[in-house]
RNA sequence: GUGGCCAUAGCUCAAUGGUAGAGCCCCAGAUUGUGGUUCUGGCUGUUGCGGGUUCGAGUCCCGUUGGCCACCCCA
């Protein structure tokens, strides 16, 4: 049996290095004064439809419950953190600062980088209009990454401005109803021919691509170049106004982390929604909002390919697993006393494991070397000394065995 | 959703149309209480699944399921 397509089984290694990722992720979040929050995995899928329109359940996971709830997994979490600030907003200061790292579906075939699961980190800044909560995002969104040990020569940000685009379109009258449309051949342009593009474009044509060739001046985000140069992380970024971002809702300054060798997909994104809010309560409560979203799948790969970023997150997951001690029960007439202790050591927040069954004592050893204890305590004629050996330097010591806790402390910590 | 490549032991892979193998992992031992090395032995297969061609199919053909890659789409 094997797992459904484009679900991942997370075999002890593999959950380690995820949850090495979640607390690289959770340090930089709280560094800048976000905090965590959830919902539900299972929303209505009207929820979604109507952020998204109804050709969105195409690519839902979803399906009737058994009191025939039209219900879906969650693809992602913006709906449902509009639907919580829309009904709690009033119990909290503003701005909030919020993230949360919720596990997301989508019904898509899988390939490289894109799932059918995935965790995915939201970081969102709700109820502050200002040029500088934006820069606050894009400044966490570098900082998350050096976090992992990546540098400007790993990643870059790329930065750009929906209003830009969209009084560009005014400018030239452009219907409202062809926005959409047109700013997703802009979105487009990178990867398809300039032919197809100017086709599509007609009449903007030529201002777009000489826009797209270098041609265009957004003092909006020479500021927020700016200011990322105050905090020292300009390097991290550079304007690119061919990147508008397929979602319709964004409203202002967007960007998208790319790996700088552009081997993958885009490793993070987000921007300024500030009328999504209100859409989605039905007016109820407006606010201005902007966030990202960074998937662990992209991230995971980045961190492979990279040394530095891999090695140091290898050390994360050996410390976060490690085992402190294991017993070694060489005398079965001392098993007694040994569980006594073992007991004592737990309860004194040690790591501790032992063999269950009898085992020879070469075999115990052995698998105290496997788990990666850093020493063991040999129970046997010594008893009631007690056999403290360090593994990586197989040096012994003897200490009485109402001595142990008090001793382990300093042998281990020196 | 469209197209190309692929599918053999738990893992990585061999096997001209002629009896399915190796390495790794795992388990057990190498004279009674000391680990990373070494040596010996053991375990594992409806060759993804279903049909067809053939005296004979892991190998060729068709279908199907799954995987990889590109396109489409993109949170």
């Known amino acids: ?230 905090r020292g992380l300009a390097d991290f970024a550079k304007i690119d106004l061919s990147i508008v971002r397929g979602l319709a809702y964004y409203t202002g300054v967007v960007f998208e982390v790319f790996d700088r060798k552009g081997e993958l997909r885009a490793i993070a994104g987000g921007g300024r929604y500030d009328n999504l809010i209100g859409q989605l309560s039905d007016g109820t409560v407006s606010l201005p909002a902007a966030g990202f979203a960074m998937g662990d799948v992209v991230l995971g790969e980045l961190i492979k390919n990279v040394a530095a970023a891999f090695e140091q997150l290898t050390e994360l997951v050996r410390q976060e697993s490690a085992l402190d001690l294991y017993l070694i029960i060489a005398k079965e007439e001392r098993r007694p006393e040994a569980l006594r202790i073992l007991q004592q050591l737990r309860n004194a927040k040690w790591r501790v494991d032992y063999a269950i069954p009898p085992a020879k004592v070469g075999k115990q050893f052995q698998t105290a070397e496997a788990l990666g204890a850093k020493a063991t305590l040999l129970f046997g004629d010594e008893w009631p000394q007690v056999k403290i050996k360090i593994l990586s330097t197989r040096e012994e010591v003897l200490v009485p065995n109402e001595q142990l806790l008090p001793r382990l402390q300093q042998t281990l910590s020196s």
């Open 1 to 230: 049996m094997k797992p459904l397509p484009g679900f991942r089984d997370f075999l002890p290694d593999d959950c380690a290095f995820r949850n090495a990722i979640f607390t690289r992720w959770r340090e930089t979040c709280r560094r800048y004064g976000f905090i965590e929050w959830d919902g539900p995995v299972l929303e209505p899928t009207q929820l979604y439809q109507k952020k998204s329109g109804p050709e969105i359940v195409g690519q839902l996971f979803n399906f009737i419950d058994k009191g025939e709830r039209a219900v879906a997994m969650r693809p992602e979490l913006t709906p449902t953190l509009a639907r919580v600030v829309a009904a709690h907003e009033r119990d909290f200061k503003k701005p909030l600062k919020w993230f949360s790292i919720p596990q997301c579906f989508r019904y898509e075939k899988q390939q490289r980088g894109r799932l059918r699961e995935h965790f995915q980190l939201n970081c969102d800044l709700i109820g502050d209009d200002s040029l500088g909560a934006d820069v606050e995002l894009v400044a966490l969104a570098i900082d998350l990454l050096r976090g992992f040990g990546f540098t400007a020569n790993d990643f870059v940000v790329r930065l750009s401005d929906r209003t830009f685009w969209t009084e560009l379109l005014r400018a030239h009258n452009v219907p409202d109803e062809r926005w959409t449309e047109l700013l997703q051949v802009i979105d487009k342009s990178e990867r398809e021919p300039r032919e197809k593009a100017a086709e599509k474009l007609g009449a903007l044509a030529e201002s777009v691509f000489e826009i797209l060739d270098g041609g265009g001046h957004s003092e909006k985000l020479e500021q927020v170049v700016q200011q990322l140069d105050q």
